[in-house]
């Protein structure tokens, strides 16, 4: 290998000789790739098949176009077992790792009424593209498949392209299952990128593309994108040894031909502060090189794009690899981790000498999908964060709005847009606040059976006052909740037949209080009759939206990961909706959008229910009558 003295000018001209490798210098097949994209969205299948039997030699039709179970299951028979329990393993690992890349929707309250939030949704539909030919990549298909299921992602298709033989590799079959792929087309090069992104007759079109190839791949993804999201336009492979006088030359030279044998346009380079390392590193290259199955593409890869770099200093060793930006980076040094601590560029590291790159590539955990030529100043690895998106949530109280309205028309008008906030302006103006309502909204009832002896006072104005005994203690923390949220006020007492459960219990108090809520109401002129609230509780998000309709529904959404609350069975909280919005003649939707402890889901819901609620029967001076196009509800 050569051996060059770390400078300004060689650095720079190290860096210019990289770049050339980019898929921006392949200008000549870009037009054969838009033929091919054109092509396949005007005519789908019809065209794939024709480029499938002309790149690929393979006569596909619609009936042996998509791998079988049958397929999948003979794949795993052509295996070694062990090595099936292997790609198990990796998957594994790859599993655990991803899982602590996971992020969860947050929401911040604030007294005013103001919530401000992030909601991570998985994308729905991901389409991952698996290189074939004569090669097989088992590796590839994990990486990219495993984080998707980690993330959410309900559907993964998998393209890739199937021999003269119609069969597609059965290692890559495998790991594709292993992985949770849902369907796998045996179609490949760019034309595969296009049915991804625009749909077939066949295959679905997808949200987003991922999964390395060829250069027709890579620019068949550079011009979909916009359509669909992708992960990267991946270059040729690199890694960069950032070693001292400590490292083992044989290693470093082994683990510099590991990238080398990938192809004739791979860079392998080698920083060092040491001289003597420096040589003895070249002869140890110059040694595997006569006796390695690839020699040829690792000589071409070498004399292109091989380096040893002899640095003045570790700074000025660790300052040039921070622009370099390598794909992978090893770092073999007396102490790696403090060297590490000053890497601001890189794709993977990989710190001391047992820690080499086919580690990272094959059975570690963290994604080999990495950011190639540079473009790890900028971008990461593969990760969780590639398979979701996110949502920005706003909620203003009318507190809240009243507040900052006039800063809001401020921007406005700043901005030539006068009329912009108009929206909030007839919110302020035309709402009416509790203090403004002249009706004292209140219904008392009693209800006696064999099970229960129930008596209840509701006031829909009142201020969140509440005396409430059900015993059933954590129903009345709920029912507490529901009453100091929507601001009514709420008196219960209940003698019920706790010595056989509480069913009878909450069952019936909703029935009671549905029929408060619809006496209280009353006629239903001037109310809103419509309300919603997304509402946050610690780890747990609960939507619930009502409508005064006179027609009970209810849509409950949500199941609790422990079956008892204290004394309070879990699965009575339907129940207690479904009585609720029966006699109160109401649709209610109850959707739990995330959580993990019981408790919090369950007072999210109540506390949800009493805002949908207070907004529903608070009135709009907008509403002359009831708000319905048949005159009464």
């Not at 570690?364 to 999908?369: E, F, M, S, T, Y």
């Not at 209800?447 to 006072?457: A, F, G, H, Y």
């Given at each position: 290998?050569?051996i ?43 065209a ?14 619609r ?26 393993d ?20 604030r ?34 498949v ?45 034309q595969?990128?296009?049915a ?13 593309i ?54 004739e346009?791979?860079?392998?380079i ?13 002869d ?76 990272g ?77 002249i ?30 005994d ?61 309300g ?56 209610i ?5 995330s ?8 007072e999210?819901?109540?506390?949800a ?12 001076g ?12």
């Amino acid at each position: 290998m050569r051996i060059v003295k770390l400078s300004t000018d060689t650095r720079q001209d190290l860096l210019e000789n990289l770049l050339k490798r980019s898929t921006n210098d392949y200008g000549d097949y870009e037009k054969v790739v838009a033929d091919i994209i054109g092509n396949v969205k005007e005519r789908r299948e019809e065209a794939i098949f024709e480029y499938s039997l002309k790149f690929d030699k393979c006569a596909l039709t619609r009936e042996n176009f998509k791998v079988t179970r049958e397929e999948i299951d003979a794949a795993y028979q052509k295996l070694d077992a062990h090595f099936v329990q292997v790609m198990r393993d990796s998957a594994a690992n790859i599993r655990a790792y991803h899982e602590r890349q996971k992020r969860n929707s947050w929401f911040d309250a604030r007294e005013d009424g103001t919530i401000l939030g992030q909601k991570i949704t998985p994308m729905q539909n991901v389409g991952v593209y698996v290189p074939g030919g004569k090669a097989a990549y088992p590796s590839t298909t994990l990486m990219n498949v495993v984080p998707a299921r980690v993330a959410g992602v309900p559907n993964i298709v998998m393209t890739t392209p199937a021999g003269a033989d119609g069969s597609v590799n059965p290692a890559t079959l495998v790991a594709a299952d292993i992985a949770g792929v849902d369907t796998i087309y045996k179609v490949g090069g760019a034309q595969a990128i296009a049915a991804l992104a625009y749909g077939t007759e066949m295959i679905p079109k997808v949200d987003k593309i991922v999964g390395p190839g060829n250069i027709f791949v890579a620019l068949a993804k550079r011009a979909v994108y916009g359509h669909v999201s992708i992960d990267s336009i991946a270059g040729p492979s690199e890694i960069l040894v950032l070693a001292d006088e400590s490292a083992n030359p044989r290693y470093v030279a082994a683990d510099l031909l590991s990238q080398a044998e990938h192809d004739e346009l791979a860079s392998a380079i080698l920083i060092t502060t040491s001289d003597e390392l420096a040589r003895k590193v070249s002869d140890e290259v110059d040694g595997f090189v006569k006796i390695l199955e690839r020699r040829e593409i690792i000589q071409r890869s070498l004399d292109n794009y091989g380096y040893i770099l002899v640095a003045p200093d570790m700074d000025t060793a660790i300052d040039a690899a921070n622009e370099i930006a390598s794909e992978h980076l090893e770092i073999l040094t007396r102490n790696p981790f403090d060297t590490m601590t000053r890497i601001r560029n890189a794709g993977a590291i990989f710190l001391g000498e047992y820690s080499s790159e086919p580690l990272g590539d094959y059975y570690a955990g963290p994604n080999h999908v990495l950011p190639t030529n540079g473009t790890a100043k900028f971008f990461s690895p593969l990760n969780v964060d590639d398979y979701v998106k996110k949502s920005s949530v706003i909620a203003y109280s009318r507190e809240a709005l009243e507040k900052v309205h006039e800063d809001i028309e401020l921007f406005a008008r700043k901005e030539g847009l006068p009329r912009m906030p108009i929206r909030s302006m007839c919110v302020l103006k035309i709402g009416q606040t509790r203090k403004d309502r002249i009706m004292d909204r209140i219904a008392e009832m009693k209800r006696v059976t064999k099970e229960t002896n129930i008596m209840m006072k509701l006031s829909l104005d009142g201020s969140g006052k509440a005396s409430i005994d059900t015993g059933i203690r954590f129903f009345d923390h709920m029912l507490e909740g529901f009453s100091r949220h929507g601001f009514f006020d709420l008196d219960i007492k209940v003698t019920g037949d706790l010595e056989v459960d509480g069913h009878h219990t909450v069952e019936d108090t909703g029935i009671v209080l549905g029929g408060a809520i619809r006496e209280a109401v009353g006629d239903k002129k001037g109310i809103k009759r419509y309300g919603y609230f997304i509402l946050p509780m610690d780890d747990a998000l609960a939507l619930c939206a009502v409508d005064l309709c006179g027609r009970p529904y209810l849509q409950f959404d949500c199941s609790f990961p422990n079956d008892m609350v204290g004394s309070f069975d879990t699965s009575l909280v339907r129940e207690f909706f479904y009585a609720v919005s029966y006699s109160a003649g109401m649709n209610i939707h109850i959707r739990m959008l995330s959580g993990g402890n019981s408790h919090h889901m369950i007072e999210a819901v109540f506390k949800a229910f009493a805002k949908a609620l207070d907004e529903a029967v608070s009135m709009d001076g907008r509403i002359e009558d009831v708000l319905s196009t048949k005159g009464s509800l």
